[in-house]
């Protein structure tokens, strides 16, 4: 249910270690400008303390009947069920680290599966990996703790993302932050718009009842990244090239959580 927010326990076993959170979005599997190999060269580097979850457009899942569908753009597989197909590709794929992934969000790009062919590609993978689906926006908390009973918790939002996407390097971090601080929490993750990007903030609370203090508590807003590249190296003209976007940086953001006396340390790495 939307309104039970999931609570994901992880335990650390030293205050030297650094809890590493990987969001996945915007692969465009299907696509022939998708970088698969990077792709999974990015899951594949991880360590006990790296945890992953989906946000969304991990397939382009457009096909035949879709008005954007172009044969020589397209690597979908020739199959009676391209829709099948590309969901057993992504189990197989996502199978080594099942165990590691938070949830399953949704993009734009799956849900015009869902309008045009009544399935859900991404609630689908959730039910074939085990793993909850919490949709297009989401919130989730990350209760992380020590058998010593230390306790932190860090907040996320995260959303697939809206709008056309930009043309310039401030364009979409500015949109994104005016939008999370609409929301309460530690970090805000969004996609669509195919940028590396984050900004770290300060955002001042008053706590405490018997003795009232001022904090800053940090919060952070990040764009995740995309495997899909802009520009190809054929004479086969991508969607983004049309629309005058600049060429893509291919990858995806690290989060990285520190546990410290006063709360969490919170830093990214690309």
Not at 97 to 116: L, M, P, S
Not at 127 to 151: C, K, M, Q
Request: positive net charge; charged residues 30%.
């Amino acid at each position: 249910m939307k309104d039970q927010i999931l609570v994901y326990p992880i335990e650390y076993k030293s205050r030297r270690d650094i809890i590493k959170i990987k969001p996945l979005m915007d692969l465009h599997l299907g696509s022939k400008s998708c970088d698969l190999k990077a792709f999974k060269e990015f899951i594949k580097d991880r360590d006990e303390n790296t945890y992953f979850y989906t946000n969304g457009d991990l397939w382009d899942a457009i096909y035949f009947s879709d008005k954007r569908f172009k044969a020589g753009i397209q690597d979908n597989p020739i199959d009676d069920a391209p829709i099948d197909e590309e969901i057993k590709e992504m189990v197989k794929m996502l199978a080594p680290i099942q165990d590691r992934i938070i949830c399953i969000g949704h993009g734009n790009h799956e849900e015009t599966i869902v309008k045009r062919n009544h399935t859900n590609m991404s609630k689908r993978l959730a039910e074939a990996l085990n793993v909850p689906y919490l949709g297009y926006s989401f919130w989730f908390r990350l209760h992380i703790f020590h058998d010593t009973g230390r306790v932190r918790k860090v907040d996320f939002f995260s959303t697939h993302g809206f709008g056309g996407g930009t043309r310039t390097e401030g364009g979409s971090i500015t949109k994104y932050s005016k939008f999370g601080d609409r929301f309460d929490a530690d970090i805000i993750v969004c996609g669509h718009d195919h940028r590396k990007q984050f900004v770290r903030y300060p955002i001042m609370s008053i706590i405490g009842e018997k003795e009232v203090r001022l904090i800053a508590k940090p919060k952070m807003v990040c764009l995740g990244g995309s495997w899909k590249k802009a520009y190809l190296t054929d004479a086969c003209t991508t969607w983004e090239e049309t629309k005058g976007f600049t060429a893509s940086e291919i990858g995806g953001i690290t989060i990285e959580i520190k546990v410290r006396d006063n709360g969490v340390g919170l830093n990214v790495s690309m």
